[in-house]
């Protein structure tokens, strides 16, 4: 009998109530922090992507896009700034892969066209910057190195060397989708002043 009491009692104890109160609590937090934490979907994490490596690639010097040969023209004569730079860009992937926010990922690989908006200079008549990249994120400001033939490598060996396996064949074919570059064509016209 005594058994039967305790079995049945169970549910006047305080200690169990207490336990109860505890394990419901601790399942309301879990789902509040469950539920606050961040996780973007692929999709949203390549469009933030794509709109950092744009930003970053505009704001930057044109010198630091690495390109040999090609200088960007100055501020004109009698003017406080020097033309913008305005960029297209293709983002082909990231590392790490399996990274599920923007802070996570440290490096990208993709294509870039940029045109410097001087005023009332065309597009077709624009100084361009324009390639394959890779973004180092980790770095302030990141770090942005394009692949460029040398005098002892070939720009296809160069980019072999720089690019992993799976988006070699990538860099060497694609350019700006068409919807990214109406993009920048009306960008750069409204940056030149057309």
Do not use: N
Not at 138 to 164: H, K, N, S, W, Y
């Amino acid at each position: 009998m005594t058994s039967r009491l305790r079995v049945s009692g169970w549910y006047r104890s305080g200690f169990v109530w207490i336990e109860v109160c505890l394990l419901a609590a601790s399942i309301g937090v879990a789902a509040v922090v469950t539920s606050t934490t961040p996780k973007t979907d692929p999709a949203a994490l390549r469009q933030e992507i794509l709109t950092r490596m744009r930003t970053i690639l505009e704001q930057a010097d044109p010198t630091h896009h690495g390109h040999a040969g090609h200088t960007a023209p100055q501020a004109p004569a009698g003017e406080q700034a020097a033309p913008a730079v305005i960029c297209g860009v293709h983002v082909y992937g990231h590392e790490p892969t399996g990274a599920t926010t923007l802070a996570d990922v440290r490096t990208v690989y993709g294509f870039h066209l940029c045109g410097v908006a001087e005023q009332k200079r065309h597009w077709d008549g624009a100084v361009k910057l324009v390639g394959p990249l890779i973004m180092d994120m980790t770095t302030q400001p990141p770090g942005i190195e394009v692949v460029e033939a040398t005098a002892d490598v070939r720009f296809v060996d160069r980019l072999r060397e720089m690019f992993p396996d799976k988006y070699e064949d990538l860099a060497l074919r694609e350019a700006l989708p068409t919807s990214e570059m109406a993009d920048l064509r009306r960008r750069y016209d409204a940056a030149a002043g057309l």
